[in-house]
């Protein structure tokens, strides 16, 4: 089993940071892409960044590029998102989540964000 923990969340105002940070412990961090998802009050969650083993591969949602950059530590077991210029429509709970091949099938419990206009 993995366990991930998020956090790193917060209210911020517009235009604003925040750096998420996921750690991962349990079974191996590795060979595994990990991935940030965030779910806004009444809507589905988004998949919203991606990055690969080695860290030399990534992937963004439309919204978030240019803004948004994903990174890991394997020696720390830690994923982390760092989010710029956030705006009020990226308030949403943001999860990570661990890709063990087949599937999504690791998730932390998610930490709140929150921009303020």
């Known amino acids: 089993q993995v366990q991930l923990v998020e956090s790193g969340g917060g209210l911020v105002q517009a235009g604003g940071s925040l750096r998420l940070s996921c750690a991962a412990s349990?079974?191996?961090?590795?060979?595994?892409?990990m991935g940030w998802f965030r779910q806004a009050p009444g809507k589905q969650r988004e998949y919203v960044a991606r990055?690969?083993?080695?860290?030399?591969?990534?992937y963004y949602t439309n919204s978030v590029k240019g803004r948004f950059t994903i990174s890991r530590d394997n020696a720390k077991n830690t994923v982390y998102l760092q989010m710029n210029s956030l705006k009020p429509e990226d308030t949403a709970v943001y999860y990570c989540?661990?890709?063990?091949?087949?599937?999504?099938?690791?998730w932390g419990q998610g930490t709140q964000v929150t921009v303020s206009s």
């Open positions: 989540g661990l890709f063990d091949g087949i599937s999504w099938g690791y």
């Open positions: 349990g079974r191996t961090f590795s060979p595994y892409a």
């Open positions: 990055i690969n083993w080695t860290g030399d591969n990534t």
